[in-house]
Structures are given as C-alpha cells and as structure tokens.
C-alpha cells in the first residue's frame, strides 16, 4: 500500500542522513559494502584460483604477485580470503535470519498472549541462553556432525533466545497503547494486531539487534570453523585458515594475519553500522533527539 | 491554528447524502429501543493492594438516537464502565446486553462481531493511533477487519467519505497521526468509530485532552453527526457543563455506583443527591452576579479507596449531611420524579439542608 511506502521512504532516508552524519558508521558501511562486492562476486574477482597447488611458490611474504603472500600449499591467500567471505556473509545472514524468524515468533506470541504460554517458551530460551554460545554451537554441530548447513542452524538456534527476548520486550510496551486497545475495539484479530500495530512499532530494535548479531554470527562461524566444525576442506572459511596459519604463525605471519584481519574488519563493521542504527532507530535516543528539538 | 478542517454547516449537506453511505437504507426502528444495556454490572480488578471495585453494581439503558452521558471523578468507574459495552473488560458479575442480546458470555471471536456494533472514541487521539499506520489505514481498519468494502478503491472512497463527514480533507488520508493537530486527530478518532455504523458510540472523555476551542468543535461535530445519522452515544466526561450540553440523559458515578439520573435539566435544576449538588456548586457561573451568590459546596477528604469502599452508603465519609442511618444501609436508586432517580436516603432533604446550612 502506498501510505506504508511513504513511512519506510522517510525512515529509510532518516537512517541514511544519520550514517553519512556519522564518520564511523560511514566506515562502517563502506567496508559492508566492499564485502558484499567481495562476497557475492569473490570467485570472479580473485586474482586466481582457491585451490590452484603451486608447489614452488609455497610460502611466500606478501608480494606484488600474491598481495597477501601464499600457503603451504603456494595457493594464493588474497583469493582464498576473498571467496571465503562468502561463506561469512551466508552463515551470517542464514543463520540470523533463522534466529530473527524464530525468536521474534516466539517472541510476538509470548509477549502477546502471557500467561503459560510466555512462561513456557521464555523459560526454554532462558535454558538457551544459559549455555555459553560457542559451547552450544558445538553440541548442536557435534550432534547434527560438522558443516556448512549444520553450523548456520547451530548458530541459529544460540541466537534465537536475543530475538526472542528484545521482541517480547517490545511487544511488552507497545500491547499496553491505547492504539493496540482501539484495534481491539474495532474488531480486529490478534494476529492482524500482531502484524499490523506491534510488529511495525518494535521493527526498530530488531533492527538493531539484527545488524549487531551479524557481527557476532560471523565471529561464531570463524569459531567453529577454526575448530574444524564449520566448513570443511578445501573449502577456505577464514576460521579454517586461521587455524592452518597457526603452525606457521613464526614464520610465516600473513597465513594468520589476513584471515584474522578480514574477521576482524567484518565484526567491526557490522558492529560500528549496528551502534549508529540503534542511535538512529532507538525510540528512547529518538525522544531524546526530539526533545532537544523541540527546545531548541 | 492548523485545524483545516470546513465551516461547521457544510458537514449537514454531507450528513443528508449520507442515507446512502450508510447501507442505503435510512435506519428507521422505533424511538426508544434498547440499544445496549447494563445490568448490575460489576468489575472489579485484583491488584496487589487488594480488589479494586471499579464498577460495582451498575445499571443503565442506552435507548436509540439518544445520548446518554455519564459524569463522575476520575476513579469513580465511569471509563470502566464504557469499556464494559464493548467487552474490553470482562465483567466480575452482572450483564452486558447489546441490541438485545447477552454478550456478557461471547468468545473472544463473536466478539469482534460485536465490536461492529459498538464503537469507541478515545481520550487521547494521540496514543489512539497507532503512529506507524497512515490516518487513512487507521480509518480503514473496522473495513477491512468486517469486510465492508469491496477492493481497495471502494475502500479509499469510503475512507474520503468518512474523512468528510468529520471534516477533514481527503489528502489528509496519507498523512501520519504526528502531522495533524490534536483536533484533526480526535476527528479521526471519531471517522474510525463511524466506519462501520455502529448502534451505539462510547465517547470516553472525547475532548478532555483538547484545546477549550477545539473542544466546542468537536462536541458540535459529535452533536451533528448525531443528528444527520441518528447515532446513538455513551458520553463519558468529568466535566458537567459537557455532559449537560451533549445528553438526553445523564447518570453521575460515584465509587464505582450510579448516585444519580435524569435529564440534564432535572439534574441542574433540582438535584437529589448531595454528591451531585456538590459537583454543581463547582461549576461556575456566567452571571457576574450569580457566580458572587454561588456558594460552594466543599467536600471533605479525597475519593475513598475502590479497595474497600465504605459500608453503608458510599458517600456517607464525604458527605455533609451524613447520619447515622446513611452508615446502616446502602441506599438504592430510587425514583424521586419520573424519570428521575437518586440513590441517597434522604434525597432532596439532604440537598435542601445543604443548601440552606
């Protein structure tokens, strides 16, 4: 519908004025966008082939002709980090759109409808919750066995707790309007309520915390694949490299370096971008905002 | 000030094409039905403190074409009690019947039917729109909810339609709540209710939250609305002035009871319970002269607590002419004139002695 445009336009152009505004947020998404370029486009781009075995060249310091030096195997380390980024790019957003699927569900429902319901379901996130992330990960994919697929759910499910919790937060507040008791008064359903008057109104924060649990989706898939439990080879994943560089982390440092700093600029991007979205979108920071307007 | 909205004797000609928006066929039942009706309807809420009686044994008949107001202090259960027509609360005891029907028992899903029938207008059009949906999605809700129009182009000119009635221009439709003032949004609020054509309206403190000026005009809108449609309206307010301009009928509400009703003029001039003399000695006065002869009637202490409410009649602690009978038994509402009652045990004699003291 038009009137639902409208809204999103002038959301969506606020968002945009408040990342230019922001130097690091500006930076921040420059290097998404440099990794979305790398990821979708990272095997025609790479200057050769991931699994090209060039004996003689084996271990060679970064140079114009292997910017990022080569392996033990003399496979060129730039390509291999580039079509890595791919795999990073899909776990996290496969498995974060697992978690935000189903944990603003369960979420929606239990915030919505209370009683045993919310009881039921908040208290097996909570059992979720409980387990260290990387800890869980491990059990699921120990169970499911390792993998690419086995570690997006593994993921997906250890973040689904978070969404579950900041949407029954949000549902919390917003059930308790008047506008959701005038929806109520005019007849409409609890899931036309849920959908129309409460999803749109805690949208905001599930934004936030979609853009931050990237960052930390990514680092998990670097953790299982680091601990051989990720993808598997020849397949590059840059936990997995990083765990091959380490033997060689004496004398031969961009094994390590390149993979590590590709993580790294990831989580901080995704993070630096999150920050600047929750000061953008957090309704409490809005009030704020709009109060010193008002004065001014 | 940026009420846009047209000359008030406009909106009789839209009223007039109106026969057609509604149904196309005019409304034409007996004067006087039933539309909805209270029968010691009692809610009360638990709350740490104990269980608050909100409403506790009320009865009232809402008939046809007629507006029925109902006054009291905030905490006195008339909000409540308004809630209860709709069954946005469910009732402790009691019953609740709409066009003659018990609903007191309804599922949540015969309900939403229901909720055809009886719309609401809210306090505050601020926080009754949702911010997110534009005011023509926000109109358009009992629509889509019921299935009363067909396609989204019949629902747009519904939807400029109702705009109309209450006032407002048609490109208002693509606007959110935060571009419209307070005026704009009650009106709104009220085209929501119109949407689809209930039997009765529950104004819970339509223009409490407004501006004095914009406050006229949103009564004079309701007033003609009333008249062009033959809507039927619950009109709830602490402000008596308000109530005795809007109603055919008024009730005043005192700890969760009915204490007093009748027609407006019956109230004004003659009041019966000394709680309701009270309340009209607030009120003042145009008459430079009259208001220096007005004497007030101070009532001691605040409001006693809907926890536990006192024995015997309920306003015998605020009451200046309480006696020891008042503290033995709790007074009924009994017929004073026709149509005219008070729940006091001494009715009239109480206000007389008042007045005179």
């Known amino acids: 519908m038009s009137e639902q445009t409208i809204n999103h336009e002038g959301q969506l152009r606020r968002v945009l004025a408040a990342l230019r505004r922001d130097p690091l947020a500006l930076t921040g998404s420059l290097v998404l966008v440099v990794l979305v370029v790398v990821g979708v486009g990272g095997s025609w781009l790479a200057p050769s082939g991931i699994n090209e075995v060039n004996v003689d060249q084996m271990l060679q310091p970064p140079s114009w002709a292997h910017p990022f030096g080569t392996d033990e195997l003399g496979r060129d380390v730039l390509s291999r980090v580039m079509v890595a980024a791919r795999v990073s790019l899909q776990v996290g957003l496969v498995s974060v759109g697992i978690a935000l699927v189903v944990g603003a569900t369960l979420g929606l429902f239990a915030g919505y409808y209370r009683g045993w319901l919310d009881n039921v379901l908040m208290r097996c996130m909570d059992v979720l919750f409980a387990f260290p992330v990387l800890l869980l990960a491990v059990a699921i994919v120990a169970v499911l066995g390792p993998g690419l697929v086995t570690a997006m759910v593994a993921i997906g499910v250890v973040y689904t707790p978070i969404f579950a919790r900041v949407t029954r937060a949000g549902v919390l507040s917003v059930r308790e309007q008047v506008f959701v008791r005038a929806a109520v008064s005019v007849g409409a359903s609890d899931l036309r309520i849920m959908r129309r008057h409460v999803l749109p109104n805690i949208a905001a924060p599930l934004i936030v915390q979609t853009s931050l649990s990237l960052a930390f989706a990514i680092l998990s898939e670097a953790a299982l694949s680091f601990l051989g439990l990720g993808v598997q080879p020849p397949d590059p994943a840059w936990g997995r490299m990083l765990f091959d560089g380490r033997g060689f982390v004496t004398d031969a440092w961009w094994l390590g370096f390149f993979p590590g700093a590709a993580i790294f600029l990831t989580v901080l991007a995704f993070n630096l971008v999150g920050d600047a979205l929750r000061d953008v979108l957090d309704p409490r920071q809005l009030t704020v905002s709009e109060a010193r307007r008002s004065t001014a | ?357």
Not at chain 2, 177 to 205: M, N, Y
């Open chain 2, 1 to 357: 000030m940026s009420e846009r909205q047209r000359a008030d004797d406009q909106l009789s000609a839209v009223g007039s094409a109106d026969g057609t928006a509604h149904g196309g066929v005019p409304k034409q039942r007996e004067p006087g039905e039933v539309v909805a009706e209270l029968d010691d309807l009692a809610v009360w809420f638990p709350t740490p403190a104990g269980v608050v009686r909100a409403v506790d044994g009320v009865s009232l008949r809402v008939r046809r074409g007629e507006t029925l107001g109902l006054v009291g202090e905030s905490g006195s259960g008339k909000s409540t009690t308004g809630l209860a027509l709709l069954r946005l609360v469910d009732p402790t005891s009691g019953t609740v019947r709409v066009g003659g029907e018990d609903v007191t028992r309804w599922s949540r899903r015969r309900l939403r039917a229901l909720r055809r029938r009886v719309a609401m207008v809210f306090q505050d059009p601020q926080a009754s729109l949702d911010p997110r949906l534009t005011i023509g999605a926000s109109i358009a809700e009992p629509l889509i909810v019921h299935r009363l129009t067909d396609g989204g182009a019949a629902r747009r000119r519904r939807v400029d339609e109702l705009l109309d009635m209450v006032g407002l221009r048609g490109d208002l439709a693509d606007r959110h709540p935060h571009e419209l003032s307070g005026g704009q949004r009650q009106r709104v609020g009220i085209a929501r209710a119109l949407a689809g054509e209930p039997d009765l309206i529950v104004l819970d403190e339509p223009i409490a939250s407004l501006d004095l000026s914009v406050q006229a005009q949103i009564m004079n809108l309701l007033r003609r609305l009333q008249r062009d449609l033959g809507l039927t309206y619950l009109f709830i307010a602490h402000d008596l002035a308000a109530v005795e301009h809007m109603s055919d009928r008024m009730a005043v509400m005192y700890l969760g009871r009915i204490v007093e009703s009748g027609t407006p003029a019956q109230i004004w001039r003659d009041p019966a319970h000394p709680y309701t003399a009270a309340l009209l000695s607030a009120v003042p006065v145009a008459d430079p002269q009259a208001e220096r002869e007005r004497r007030r009637i101070i009532l001691s202490g605040d409001i006693p607590s809907p926890v536990d409410p006192p024995g015997g009649c309920r306003f015998r602690t605020r009451c200046p002419q309480a006696r020891p009978e008042c503290a033995e038994t709790d007074p009924v509402l009994a017929e004073i004139d026709p149509d005219h009652r008070a729940a006091c045990l001494f009715a009239k004699e109480a206000v007389r002695a008042m007045r005179s003291a």
